[in-house]
Structure formats: C-alpha cells, structure tokens
C-alpha cells in the first residue's frame, strides 16, 4: 500500500510532517514572501501535490486575497486538505489527478513542496514543463524537496533527516537502516541535478533559498 493511501499515514500526516522538515513552518513562510515578491494582492496560485493542504493552509492565512489551484494524485491526501482548509476551501479549487489534470491558467505563481522526489528525472522534467507551460512569463515556481548534497553520502544526510524527525535519544543505526531503504525507493538526485532539470525544462534565475540536511528548496522564474 502507498503511504499516501494508507490512512494511518493520512492520519497522521498533518502531525507528523512538520516534525519530519527543517524549519516548516519557515519554508512556507519563504514560499510565500518569493511568491508575493511578484505576485499582485489578488494573485491565482497553482499548488502540485496540494494533498495534506498544510502549504495552502499557510498561504492563504498568509495571503487573504489569494486564490489557489491544487492538485494531487491521492483522494484521500486531497480529503485530509479539505479538512485542514476548512473554510479556506472557499479559496480553493482542489483537482484529483496529476499536473496535466490542472487548468491552463495561466497562474500568477506555483508551488511543488515535499513532491518531486517521488518522481524520477523523466518524469519530474515533464511535471516540471508542464507547470512552466501553465505560468505566466517570469511567475515564479518555487520547490522543496529531498535532494543529495554535492559530494554524495546520500545516507549519511537522509540518516540525519531521519533522526531530526526521530525523539530526543536518536538511534543513528536505526535511522541508517531507514535511510538505505528510502535511498533505495526514491529516485533522488543531486543538487546539480535538480537546478540542471529546472533549467532545461525552462526556467530561468534558479537560486537556492533553502537547504536543511537532505531537503532543499529552490525559486526559479517561468
């Protein structure tokens, strides 16, 4: 069964995630200040993988004449966003499906958090294209996401990533052997990696904003 499936992970998704990424509630709040960098009070938002509805639930408190687009694959993450939104949904518009289920737009910003690690480098170019084809020139995209660090050692920095998410006594042989088996099941690229996607599926002014063990974040412009 997939964890975004399964409903005790669904459960207790909205608990468990803050506690699994560096600073998250800080790297909504960034999201949103490189979003409102360009985008107007009244902005048209589109959120990838808006399941959970934790990203949204921050911009549109953040950003009350905002509105979103949201989109993900999991009926039941996209019930769990329903939930946490309560009557924010009334800002939202959530579809059921991939990036090419999402309406044309064109979108004044986008977001993709905790998303493209789960997708292979094929795949994550052809997500990627498909949320710039849907951007306004120069809207700004900003992701997260796990990523290796220059140098590699993979599971030395998802150890670390799992044991911050772990309890005051951390078990660092434990959290090895969830590393090789989370190396082995997401298709994780390098820093390089990523930037060097996001380019070639057209997006320009790449910068990094964001970095905490594994995970890293990036802004770049349509």
């Not at 690690?117 to 094929?122: K, S, V």
């Not at 990696?193 to 070639?200: G, Q, V």
Request: aromatic share 8%.
């Amino acid at each position: 069964m997939q964890p975004f499936t399964d409903p005790a992970a669904v459960a207790g998704y909205a608990e468990a995630t803050p506690r699994k990424v560096p600073g998250f509630a800080d790297l909504h709040r960034m999201t949103m200040l490189l979003l409102a960098e360009h985008a107007s009070e009244a902005a048209n938002i589109l959120v990838v993988g808006a399941g959970g509805g934790l990203e949204l639930k921050a911009l549109a408190e953040a950003q009350q004449g905002w509105r979103f687009v949201g989109v993900d694959p999991s009926l039941e993450m996209l019930n769990l966003g329903r939930r946490v939104l309560g009557p924010l949904q009334q800002r939202v518009e959530l579809h059921h499906g991939y990036i090419d289920t999402a309406p044309p737009g064109p979108y004044d910003g986008a977001t993709c958090l905790l998303t493209l690690h789960f997708l292979g480098r094929d795949e994550r170019l052809c997500a990627l294209r498909e949320i710039r084809r849907r951007l306004k020139p120069g809207a700004p995209l900003v992701v997260a996401h796990h990523s290796c660090p220059e140098g590699g050692k993979l599971r030395r920095w998802l150890s670390m990533s799992i044991a911050f998410a772990g309890e005051s006594r951390v078990d660092f042989a434990a959290a090895s052997v969830s590393a090789s088996a989370m190396a082995s099941r997401l298709p994780i690229l390098s820093v390089s990696e990523d930037e060097a996607t996001l380019r070639e599926a057209g997006f320009s002014e790449v910068a990094l904003f964001y970095a905490g063990f594994t995970f890293r974040g990036w802004v770049a412009a349509a």
